[in-house]
């Protein structure tokens, strides 16, 4: 089916009618989540920090730890060290598996358009975490 398709008929900006669904639930971390993740597929940085933001007045919290990256990763590039260091810190104190973690940091800290100056950080999570080990 794939020579059907055509990605360009979808828009983030298309909303369901509550007629069809029922009406939209109460944003949780969950949707928080959904959306940077839509933001991060459209390197929409600054959505994902201001939605990070909001997550975080909330009192929002993820359950695993991979659902931080999106924002750890928005950090990372506006180039952000103290957003970057507080996710991180979520990421720490989050529990369950470490892979996509440790996948990210090994990653960033090769990767010095993507985090400016942060190699020392990267360095440090891949330590704390285990990874390569």
């Known amino acids: 089916m794939l020579p059907f398709s055509n990605i360009d008929l979808i828009s983030p900006g298309n909303a369901t009618?509550?007629?069809l669904f029922g009406d939209e639930p109460a944003h949780t971390w969950c949707y928080f989540f959904q959306k940077a993740e839509l933001a991060r597929q459209n390197h929409d940085w600054d959505e994902i920090n201001r939605l990070g933001d909001e997550a975080e007045a909330g009192g929002w919290q993820a359950s695993q730890p991979a659902e931080y990256l999106p924002f750890l990763e928005a950090a990372a590039r506006a180039g952000n060290l103290q957003d970057v260091r507080r996710w991180h810190e979520r990421i720490m104190?989050?529990?369950g598996d470490a892979g996509a973690i440790?996948?990210?940091w090994?990653?960033?800290g090769a990767d010095e358009p993507l985090v400016p100056a942060?190699?020392?950080?990267?360095a440090q999570a891949s330590t704390d975490l285990g990874c390569g080990q």
């Open 102 to 104: 440790c996948a990210f």
């Open 106 to 108: 090994l990653r960033a």
């Open 17 to 19: 009618p509550p007629w």
């Open 118 to 122: 942060m190699q020392e950080l990267a």
């Open 93 to 95: 104190n989050t529990a």
